[in-house]
């Protein structure tokens, strides 16, 4: 009996000989699309698992616009250079093809004192490391736009802790300064975390508060179904419950902040984007 592997590759096969390159003769005029595209650069409140990156590039964006999400979890704005993800998304930047590219850039969270080989200094290093982004950006033909960072979701004694207020300003000086379109994340994700409160933006975390999974415990392994092809092992995630990333609502609820705030700051992409 033919694998199902088998299966799939002579339905590939097939359909790739009878692709057309060209529109058959007497068709209508086929009109060129000027597709752009839209990279998010940042930590893990912008990345996958953990941030509102994945809901704004599903949710959001139009099939007219590419979005690529390459923020990722523990970086600042200077690790993220030194371990070569910028280079990617320069190279991201250089793809040719689309008529405007966009660079979304929010750091902050890992720069704070106390995250060896993470840290940046907040009056020299983190701006400073801002600047180059925005230039190389630039440079690259593409468009900066810089993000405040989110807001944590820590309460003491009613009130909400503002830590990252510093960083939010720097960025804002920063932007201030190079000219470059702001989305100020970290005040209006501030508001709504305040206008809410505690209780219920705990249900923006990853998972529900008091459960097993929000104190890391491990839970019992799903059993595959028998098929015929042999599946590798996958990437896990790794869940938890705290006041910084964000599960699938706390994820929409910013993604469609983030929505609102790029359309203000930015009216030439509106036609690309979703409320």
């Not at 752009?36 to 650069?41: E, F, G, N, R, T």
């Not at 320069?90 to 590219?101: D, I, N, P, R, V």
């Not at 983190?126 to 468009?143: C, D, F, K, M």
């Amino acid at each position: 009996m033919k694998s199902i592997l088998g299966v799939i590759s002579a339905v590939l096969l097939a359909g790739s000989a009878q692709a057309q390159v060209a529109p058959p003769p007497g068709s209508p005029a086929i009109v060129p699309i000027n597709p752009s595209k839209i990279i998010l650069v940042g930590d893990s409140t912008t990345a996958v698992m953990g941030g509102w990156g994945p809901s704004f590039c599903a949710y959001h964006v139009t099939s007219f616009a590419a979005c690529v999400n390459l923020a990722r979890g523990g970086r600042s704005s200077g690790n993220y250079r030194w371990e070569g993800s910028w280079n990617v998304a320069l190279s991201e930047m250089a793809a040719k093809g689309y008529q405007h590219t966009w660079v979304l850039i929010q750091f902050g969270h890992n720069d704070q004192p106390g995250k060896p080989g993470r840290s940046t200094d907040l009056k020299t290093g983190y701006p400073e490391n801002l600047r180059s982004y925005v230039r190389e950006t630039r440079a690259a033909g593409a468009i900066p736009i810089l993000v405040t960072p989110l807001t944590r979701r820590t309460f003491k004694e009613g009130k909400l802790v503002k830590d990252l207020e510093p960083w939010a300003e720097a960025t804002r000086a920063v932007a201030a300064e190079m000219k470059v379109p702001l989305l100020d994340l970290n005040r209006d994700s501030t508001r709504l975390v305040e206008a809410l409160g505690s209780d219920y933006s705990d249900r923006f975390a990853q998972v529900p508060k008091g459960t097993a999974a929000a104190s890391g415990a491990p839970t019992a392994p799903t059993v595959p179904a028998v098929t015929e092809v042999q599946v590798q092992p996958m990437a896990k995630p790794k869940l938890s419950f705290d006041y910084t990333h964000l599960g699938t609502e706390g994820a929409n609820v910013f993604a469609a902040v983030v929505t609102r705030e790029l359309s203000e700051a930015v009216p030439t992409m509106r036609p690309l984007l979703l409320p």
